[in-house]
């Protein structure tokens, strides 16, 4: 947990990244072999506390038979102390040995302890022949197997003082690889990844944009290219056009002039009907004028020949009215005198002539 979000402080290279790799490969490895050993020296560590509670147990009960067998041979002897006679029988090699050795176990040295009888040796052979001699053979044998018992339980206890400390250091370094370096190495690679891959990112951006510059610079070129074909065509296309312009003026004037002289031709045959018509017209306007001529002579004998008629009838016509009309002005006048006869003589000789009624 405390290397969770820390990280080694390097530059980050694919070889750093390598090395880390390496570095994380070899934790995990010595991770897995230090779970072993502790594994192993955790199952002997076991295995020696049973043996311990077992030699214990042992050693009380033999500590009892040999107290019980020393004072046999105190009541045996007839003496409360027998210590004198032990030491005063010892000689000067020792019969009772205890052999060193070490054994490894997962790359843990032990002490192992043996001991070991030298029946050659042995310096109790007067020590009892008074009475008792047969207590104290069994009480020497009894306090023999309790010093061997002694020796196993102190090679006992001294491994399990070795492998208590070696699997709490085993422990402390398989703690430390799981919780702090491998997770930190991870952090570090992680990180040198992500930098890589930044890398790579800004890389391939770079490349991108000079990939895009050349294709730019490819299609400004192009476009250079194709600008001066289309300029050289524009020029082709121009020659051309002023040509079949030139082409089309010359034909056009060669047109005009043709349509000018069949216009020409039209006008002159145009002036020719023209005069033959207006010749033709004339010729008939000058018949027509010929033919009202004698029309209207023949139309002036009529109407003189009418008139004539008329005039006599008008006369015939104009004395009949005078006749009537003189016949009705004598009427007239006999009316008047008729009626100047009834008018009043005062009214005759009166001032108001405008009154006077004719």
Known sequence: MSGAGNREQVFPTRMTLGLMK???????????????????????????TKRINDAKLKMGRIMQTASFSLAEVTYATGTNNISYQVQESVGNKARFKVNAKQENVSGVKLPAFQAFIDDSINDFKMTGLGRGGQQVQKCKLIYSKAVETLVELASLQTAFVILDEVIKVTNRRVNAI??????RTDNTIKYINSELDELDREEFYRLKKVQEKKQQQLEEAEREEELKKQKLIEKATAAKKLKEEEAAREAEAARVAKAAREAEAEAEEKAKEKAEENIKDK?????????EQEEQEETNEEEATVDENEKKTEEVETKNTTTYDAAEEANDVLEIQDKANEIPSDLINGDD??????
């Open 178 to 183: 799981e919780h702090v370096i491998i997770p």
């Open 22 to 48: 390496t570095k994380l490969k070899g934790a995990e490895t010595g991770h897995s072999l230090l779970k072993r050993k502790s594994e192993a020296l955790t199952k002997r560590f076991r295995d020696i």
């Open 353 to 358: 002539d405008d009154d006077v009624i004719f």
């Open 283 to 291: 010729a008939e306007e000058k018949e027509s004028e010929e033919a």
